[in-house]
């Protein structure tokens, strides 16, 4: 569970004349009838004046809070309610944290770090104990002096102003918790939720990147039941289309060498979902899935199924029609509905889309500058470094704003940015996404499992065991 703020220092505590008590009341406690007589506060009542507070944690049964600034001394997370007897090393959450870490392309933020991982905590012999698992990434590449600037005025579409409108107070360095960095502590628990899917059910999920600014990749173009993790991954941009890729490439070229960027859509879809997941009315699968990808940084609109283009078909057309398999299972025909009918999954394969915005923080690459110097001087303004690129950034890429202190201004921005999120937000979406699906798992196996099942209706969550040798520790 998140943490808890107690209130009780600026809420009054209700009498029994006053109704519920009235959060952010400042009005002062009644006095009691003999100040000799000294009552506890019910406990009932305790819990009335405690609020949810912080945002760093999600899930129910599967609890991660993610800690850790972009310039603080690491980042990572705490996994609490991780099944025991699970085998787990560094090298299960390794991979995925590779996909993610920065400069690892061109087309990425150049900072540099190896995101090497380390588990602290709630493992013995290679395997989960059932306690908490803390993994920690440390921070070896920060650049704090070039976020002097910002910390005076505010980055445009930045999360700089608000967090000092909610908090009053905000870390400069790297965005502090706005900083994508924070998304390591995600994608390391992602491999776990992930492991532990793919072990139980044989679930599959796999995102790609399917639109870089005005580049889109055909739908007929994946085939979503037989695309796999390598196709994804032979390229730098995470597009399993060649020809596709070589376009979305080219448009984060033009704009990484002007020192701006552009935003794109990821497609991630999930095969062999256990049937029965998500549950009405509020906490409807969709809905879960909506909230995790939406809490990802830069996501700005999430389509599931069909999506908006459904909202041009008729019914009729819309409808998933169903019919029995060879197996006898019953199946849907198509999958307008993305695998999810009434906020439960009907084990047909889920699909979705995330759309990114173009990276906030934009500025003047060396590459641009380098075109208009040769010889001698070339090798001048290498050795001076970021020093003679302050002054170029003056006359390029210069951003209205205000500061800290409420006047007007005209911001540089510095520091080291993606030119385009997507392609390392594929890890990031894959992470999120198997959060909740873990979480949804261990919620219908907790309510709908303890007795034995309607076999005519219902279908086991796991594989059989003889499947469930075959998959890789």
Excluded: W
Aim: hydrophobic share 35%; charged share 20%.
């Amino acid at each position: 569970m998140a943490s808890y703020l107690s209130t009780k220092h600026f809420v009054g505590a209700p009498s029994s004349s006053d109704g519920p008590a009235r959060l952010g009341s400042l009005q002062s406690p009644p006095m009691l009838p003999s100040p000799s007589l000294q009552l506890p506060a019910r406990r009932s009542q305790c819990k009335r004046l405690e609020i949810q507070a912080s945002g760093s944690t999600y899930g129910t049964y599967f609890r991660v809070t993610t800690f850790g600034e972009s310039h603080g001394g690491g980042v990572g997370c705490v996994i609490d309610g991780c099944p025991p007897r699970l085998p787990l090393s560094e090298a299960d959450m390794q991979v995925d944290l590779d996909r993610r870490r920065p400069g690892q392309s061109r087309i990425t933020t150049p900072r540099k770090e190896t995101d090497t991982c380390k588990i602290a905590s709630g493992i013995a012999d290679g395997l989960t104990t059932g306690s908490p698992i803390k993994v920690e990434v440390p921070n070896t590449d920060q650049r704090g002096h070039d976020y002097s600037e910002m910390s005076q005025a505010y980055r445009p579409s930045h999360a700089d102003a608000t967090y000092d409108f909610k908090y009053g107070v905000r870390s400069v360095q790297g965005g502090g918790r706005s900083s994508a960095r924070e998304t390591i502590g995600r994608v390391a628990a992602g491999a776990v939720a992930k492991k532990i899917l793919k072990q139980y059910a044989g679930t599959e999920i796999l995102a790609y990147v399917s639109q870089v600014h005005n580049v889109v990749l055909p739908e007929n173009l994946v085939d979503n039941e037989t695309v796999t993790l390598d196709q994804i991954e032979s390229n730098i941009v995470r597009c399993p289309n060649p020809e596709y890729a070589e376009k979305m490439i080219a448009a984060i070229d033009a704009v990484r060498v002007r020192g701006d960027s552009v935003g794109g859509v990821v497609t991630c879809i999930v095969r062999n979902v256990p049937r029965g997941l998500g549950s009405p009315v509020f906490d409807k699968l969709e809905a879960e899935l909506a909230k995790a990808a939406m809490s990802l940084p830069a996501t700005k609109g999430f389509e599931f199924g069909s999506g908006f283009a459904g909202t041009f078909m008729t019914g009729s057309e819309h409808n998933d029609e169903f019919y029995m398999d060879e197996q006898g299972r019953i199946r849907t025909k198509t999958n307008r509905s993305g695998g999810v009918q009434g906020g439960i999954s009907n084990g047909e394969t889920i699909n979705m889309r995330i759309a990114f915005k173009p990276t906030s923080t934009i500025s003047t690459s060396k590459a641009l500058i380098q075109v208009s110097i040769k010889g001698q001087e070339l090798q001048n303004v290498l050795k001076l470094g970021y020093s003679f690129l302050d002054i170029e950034l003056e006359r390029a890429r210069k951003q209205n704003t205000v500061t800290r202190d409420k006047h007007d201004t005209e911001l540089i921005a510095r520091g080291r940015h993606d030119p385009c999120v997507v392609p390392r937000a594929v890890p990031m979406v894959e992470a999120m996404i198997a959060l909740v699906l873990v979480d949804q798992l261990m919620a219908q196996y907790a309510q709908c499992m303890l007795f034995p099942i309607n076999p005519a209706l219902q279908e086991p969550l796991e594989l059989p065991n003889s499947e469930q040798a075959q998959i890789p520790l």
